[in-house]
């Protein structure tokens, strides 16, 4: 197919070029302090949550054993939707929407030069990347510092270092910060920075939602934890009513938390999905997208179609809590069992957001270590669509003992074992790729062997758990918790500090030290399966899941689990010295393609211009022609004629 | 010509090796599972459900391991032979012929697909003969030992008995943060002890008077979930004497991790002395206790945990009255 003589480059440049110039400098990008940023985030968020939380209880006065009790959730409900509008006006998010609204013509955000545009409402898909890097870090490692706190309580089987009220708590915070960190880990960070930069386009189909996408995720982090001073809430991350009902005003942070980054999870999957179906360059057509836009592709359509489901279910248990609705209150006509479903209905699907984007980061950076094409691109490519598919169709596996009606368990075990056909395409993937390979074990790759290590002792664990008679078991136990830490921490987990060792070089331009990065691994994956396999022998001897107190003989267990896991939170500290030494301290500049990828996100300029390419590139083939004798050439850059096209043979990048 | 047959030579050793290496280990690591660990597997073999489900999760194990040992054999076998620091690695082929191959993936395919489905059709036959395993059914089981139907129906009349060789009916209610039991074929005693006769199947019917719990004996191989106004039956066949322990396994606040107790499964002649002492016993708080049901609900003074009577309140009455359960105090 000649692509570039139908669509010629021109119109399609023409159509992404950047925004004419403005009437003036917006409030979000004027210098100095009369701008809009973080800090002025900040205030109207706190301002925001006073208002709120006076209002709160202000409507609530005539009810006098609730208002202004400490126990107040309108209080907390209004604080936090009030706080969150509030970053939003005070970040900039909401200039626009609401000039428009007036009836004026809206500020166009220009570019800000320099460091403090990370602080700010920025659209350049690459800050928002970079700042997503930052954003799930600081969820990883708070979350990370709850988990040791979780085993330094499980080093004894009795209740020591905290009460069980605090052990909850950090359990629940644990679970919750975790999960909303992995739902954005690698679709947050890569995906924004390089899904435009591999499918040939200047920007996002939506920079405005984004950006926006950024910034409420980081409101999450607040809402979430503006449960501490009431004490948290005692439901862990699944948040299962009557107990829910039954906690206190912690709990709406915790369902308003899931509904805010649940609206930035949508914002940014409709935006991504949107880009990638919209903005690819000319010639870059559904079988030469590369694997990892795939695997984005389909997380962004499970994050568009399943959070809302998460959304609502938030909403009905706030109404529940503060207007005494009775969505989930059995006795008075509602039912515990609706949110069971309408949690697991989002949040079945949602563990597949947490898989597929690791899938992809393998498969994407595989060829390029073993010099090899991607073995089986189609087969990839279904198995991630199957996968997001089949994902709708599993939920009920999570209440297989929690008395819904019993005939379904046989067709919800046939279609979680289903599932596991299409997820294993990806072992047939990497292991076709590997075949005759010649492997460069640099940092990336030895994370994405990791991720097949681990995946698979996560997978064929899920069919365990999927069996019903065998579930009976394994339900509700340490084998369950292992079982999704090796498919999200061994699998997602890994597969992104794959991603950031891979792409780093491209995003900073400065390489991570190669030594530490070994050493980071190595610990992390020893360490990591040590924490995690006595697990699912703690499991199988019956300790319950989320419990302070634990039968005696298993302390031994417990204890090497625990000690592994401080030496698991190490490896983490060694990544950030990594990261420290790395990008700030002694930086080492990065070469223009580090790693010889034939990939289009290392053909564009160092650092990569703020529209990305110069001309929108032609795309001739699939970047995975590696050391293929006479291999045609991956794009038309259309940088000074033919001449410059890129050579899409391993070989002769050098 | 030469070369492309000694390529091919090359390639079906290299695949024929790892075959025979996964082959051999899988070979071994199966016998040795089956025969050593398989007989040790929790929960045991105190219950038919027990006992079913260990070998259950037996031949799932005896099933994974080839595949663990396959995958893991052909990524040791790449990385020993094919990494780059390696002096005579050969310069990888790119081109079709390494993009895809027709062959291996229908094998891939075919051979996970069948694995799949004969492991759906094996768990749903084990379903159906282990009248559900051991897991909570919901309040209309579709998978029930003889007998069942007849002792559950007859336990909320009066006529309701227990004989040696009929199916015991068990009511577990759970509440923050523990397990008490009822009897209704003994008059419907509730006690915080379980005892279980031996060789009797055995209907649990869980239930839960706040949040969801989840009732767990461990080693009887029983696992359902307690939520209120919802009855979830389970049944097992006890097969050996012994202590068992009970834990919660659905977090149910604060104190969940200390919501556990232990249950003995003694002789039937034991048990019926033990029941019919205990029955007499609690004659009195029996009578102060409201009809036996398959669940209970909050009275009009439910949300200060007042479930049991106060002289003016009927606490406790079944679902099924809807309405007319809650008279004010």
């Known amino acids: ?654 | 010509m030469m070369s492309t047959e000694n390529s091919m030579k090359n390639e079906s050793n290299h695949l024929r090796r790892i075959l025979v290496i996964t082959l051999v280990l899988s070979i071994a690591a199966d016998l040795l599972y089956w025969f050593l660990v398989g007989p040790h597997v929790p929960p045991g073999t105190m219950t038919t459900s027990a006992h079913d489900d260990q070998i259950d999760f037996n031949i799932l194990m005896v099933i994974a391991l080839p595949v663990l040992i396959g995958v893991w054999v052909f990524m040791g076998y790449t990385i020993a032979n094919w990494s780059s620091k390696r002096a005579n690695v050969a310069e990888p082929k790119g081109g079709p012929a390494a993009r895809s191959n027709m062959k291996a993936q229908v094998l891939w395919i075919t051979i996970t697909t069948v694995v799949v489905l004969f492991l759906a059709g094996f768990g749903i036959v084990e379903l159906i003969i282990g009248n559900g395993s051991g897991g909570g059914e919901g309040p209309n089981p579709v998978w029930e030992p003889a007998g069942a139907a007849q002792a559950e129906t007859a336990a909320l009349t009066s006529a309701a008995s227990w004989a040696p060789g009929k199916v015991l009916v068990v009511q577990v209610i759970a509440q923050q943060w523990k397990f008490t039991y009822r009897y209704p074929q003994f008059g419907g005693f509730e006690t915080q002890q379980l005892i279980l006769p031996n060789n009797t199947t055995i209907a649990f019917n869980v239930t839960s008077l706040d949040v969801i719990h989840s009732f767990w004996a461990y080693q009887l191989e029983v696992k359902a979930d307690a939520n209120p106004q919802e009855n979830n039956v389970a049944f097992t066949t006890t097969k050996q004497l012994g202590n068992f322990t009970v834990r919660c396994s659905e977090l149910c606040g604060i104190w969940h991790g200390a919501m556990f107790d232990y249950g003995k499964v003694e002789t039937p002649t034991n048990f019926s002395s033990w029941a019919a002492t205990t029955e007499s016993a609690n004659a009195a708080n029996t009578a102060d206790l409201p009809a036996f049901a398959w669940t209970y609900v909050p009275d009009a003074n439910g949300a200060a945990g007042g479930f049991y009577p106060d002289g003016t309140v009927t606490p406790y009455s079944s679902v099924e009255v809807y309405g007319a359960k809650q008279a004010a105090s």
């Open chain 1, 1 to 654: 197919m000649t692509i570039s003589a139908e669509r010629p480059t021109k119109s399609v440049a023409s159509s992404t070029s950047p925004p004419s110039p403005h009437q003036g400098v917006s409030w979000t990008q004027r210098p100095g302090w009369l701008s809009q940023h973080m800090g002025t985030a900040i205030i109207a968020a706190v301002l925001g949550y006073a208002f709120g939380h006076w209002l709160g209880n202000y409507v609530t006065s005539g009810y006098p054993y609730i208002a202004n009790s400490g126990q107040n959730s309108s209080a907390n409900a209004l604080a936090l939707i009030f706080a969150v509008v509030g970053w939003l006006l005070g970040i900039g998010a909401l200039n626009y929407p609401l000039a428009k609204l007036v009836g004026k013509e809206a500020d166009h955000e220009t570019s800000v030069e320099g460091w403090s545009k990370y602080f700010r409402y920025t659209l350049d898909h690459k800050v928002v990347g970079l700042q997503y890097v930052v954003g799930v870090l600081l969820f990883l490692f708070t979350g990370g510092l709850l988990a040791m706190a979780i085993r330094t309580e499980l080093l004894s089987p009795t209740t020591h270092v905290f009460g069980p009220g605090t052990y909850i708590e950090i359990v629940s915070e644990h679970g919750t910060i975790m999960m909303m960190m992995a739902t954005s880990i690698i679709l947050g960070p890569l995906g924004n920075y390089f899904v435009p930069l591999m499918i040939g386009s200047r920007r996002m189909a939506f920079p405005r939602i984004e950006a926006f996408s950024f910034w409420i995720f980081i409101a999450g982090y607040g809402v979430i934890f503006s449960a501490l001073p009431y004490g948290g809430f005692p439901t862990g991350w699944t948040g299962y009513a009557p107990l829910q009902t039954q906690a206190g005003p912690g709990m709406i942070s915790y369902l308003l938390g899931f509904a805010v980054i649940g609206l930035g999870m949508m914002a940014a999957g409709f935006n991504i999905a949107a880009t990638i179906i919209n903005f690819r360059a000319p010639g870059m057509t559904w079988s030469r997208v590369p694997i990892f836009v795939w695997a984005i592709l389909s997380t962004a359509a499970l994050l568009t179609l399943a959070t809302p489901t998460l959304f609502a279910a938030g909403l009905f248990g706030v109404l529940d809590k503060t207007v005494q609705t009775a969505f989930y209150v059995t006795e008075h006509g509602g039912s515990s069992y609706l949110w069971e479903n309408l949690f697991w209905f989002f949040g079945h699907p949602e563990v597949y957001i947490m898989a597929l984007p690791g899938f992809g980061i393998v498969a994407e950076i595989l060829p390029v270590f073993t010099r090899k094409p991607l073995f089986a691109y189609k087969v990839a490519a279904a198995g991630m669509i199957g996968v997001a598919l089949l994902s709708f169709f599993v939920w009920q596996h999570h209440l297989f003992q929690s008395g819904i009606n019993p005939d379904m368990r046989p067709l919800f075990m046939l279609t979680t074992e289903l599932i596991s056909i299409p997820t294993g395409f990806i072992f047939l993937v990497g292991m076709g790729t590997l075949y005759k390979a010649k492997i460069r074990f640099e940092v990336p790759m030895l994370f994405a062997m990791a991720v097949f290590f681990n995946f698979l002792i996560g997978g064929v664990t899920g069919v365990f758990l999927s069996d019903v008679p065998v579930n009976v078991t394994v339900h509700g136990g340490f084998f369950v918790l292992s079982h999704f830490h090796y498919t999200i921490m061994g699998g997602l987990l890994f597969a992104f500090m794959a991603g950031l060792y891979y792409w780093l070089p491209k995003m900073t331009g400065r390489m991570m030290n190669k030594k530490l990065g070994q050493w980071h691994f190595w610990t992390m994956f020893v360490f990591f399966n040590l924490t995690f396999f006595p697990m699912f022998i703690i499991g199988l001897l019956g300790q319950p899941r989320r419990v302070f107190t634990y039968a005696k003989n298993l302390q031994m267990l417990n204890d090497f689990s625990s000690i592994s896991a401080f030496l698991l939170g190490f490896s983490f500290l060694i990544f950030f010295a990594n990261l420290m030494w790395s990008m700030y301290i002694k930086p080492v500049k990065a070469p223009a393609n580090p790693w010889d990828s034939l990939g289009l996100e290392w053909q564009t300029a160092n650092p990569v211009p703020v529209y990305n390419f110069e001309r929108i590139p032609v795309i001739m083939t699939d970047p995975y022609h590696y050391s293929e004798v006479g291999a045609p050439a991956l794009a038309d850059l259309g940088v000074g004629g033919s001449g410059d096209r890129v050579s899409s043979s391993g070989k002769s990048d050098k």
